[in-house]
Nanobody
Framework: VQLQASGGGLVQAGDSLRLSCAAS???????MGWFRQAPGKEREFVAA????????TYADSVKGRYTISRDNAKNTIYLQMNSLKPEDTAVYYC????????????????????WGQGTLVTVSS
């Protein structure tokens, strides 16, 4: 699976932004995820979605503000980010792993084998 993330930028607190991740290769039977890494911090899970069934899971820190979705026809997943906060500032990465079981349990970066390049999101106060 090859992944290409895009859509980052500089926004103000309270604004919205949508990230995209174009996938190629085998996507059926995969779980697609978004992670983020702020300066000086570890990479953390943000959200995930199963490619075929559309089951989703979110980190508590973004629940209610972020929405992950997929467009099977375009082989693309999205991360709609609303009510952005300065603490959301980070490099955002899309990732993929084979398998769709227990997506709320397997949220560590090590569970994901395929990674795209990051896209920087900066939220100013």
């Amino acid at each position: 699976v090859q992944l290409q993330a895009s859509g980052g930028g500089l926004v103000q607190a309270g604004d919205s932004l949508r990230l995209s991740c174009a996938a190629s290769g085998r996507t059926s039977g995969t779980t697609m995820g978004w992670f983020r890494q702020a300066p000086g911090k570890e990479r953390e899970f943000v959200a995930a979605i199963t490619w075929s069934g559309g089951s989703t899971t979110y980190a508590d820190s973004v629940k209610g503000r972020y929405t992950i979705s997929r467009d099977n026809a375009k082989n693309t997943i999205y991360l709609q980010m609303n009510s952005l906060k300065p603490e959301d500032t980070a490099v955002y990465y899309c990732a993929a792993k084979m398998g769709t079981a227990y997506i709320s349990y397997y949220t560590g970066p090590n569970a994901y084998a395929y990674w795209g390049q990051g896209t920087l999101v900066t939220v100013s106060s």
